[in-house]
């Protein structure tokens, strides 16, 4: 079992930065690929990025150039640069065997933590 556990979010101004921070616990997160998620009112889940076992990353379209995904020990990041207020969701973390963008294929996911962007 990998408990996750997001933390960093919070309300800003169109414009600002923000860190998001995934602490695992249980088993060590560097054995598994992931993921960044993240679920807006009233729309699907959404893939944002991921970075593999080895560092490898994949970013979705919408945040490509100002989302960074990274790791270290025991905690994954991303770092959300040049907010928009579309980018306002709840995000998630998750942790999968293998390197998926669809949210079916991650095992374990934090409780989420809320980001909202003003204009």
């Known amino acids: 079992q990998v408990q996750l556990v997001e933390s960093g979010g919070g309300l800003v101004q169109a414009g600002a930065s923000l860190r998001l921070s995934c602490a695992a616990s249980g088993r060590t997160i560097s054995n598994y690929h992931v993921g960044w998620f993240r679920q807006a009112p009233g729309k699907e889940r959404e893939f944002g990025a991921y970075i593999s076992r080895s560092g490898s990353v994949r970013y979705a379209d919408s945040v490509k150039g100002r989302f960074t995904v990274s790791r270290d020990k025991n905690t994954v990041y991303l770092q959300m640069n040049s907010l928009r207020p579309e980018d306002t969701a709840v995000y998630y973390c998750?942790?999968?065997?293998?390197?998926?963008?669809?949210?079916?294929?991650?095992?374990?996911w934090g409780q989420g933590t809320q980001v909202t962007v003003s204009s």
């Open positions: 998750a942790a999968a065997r293998g390197l998926y963008v669809g949210a079916d294929g991650y095992e374990y």
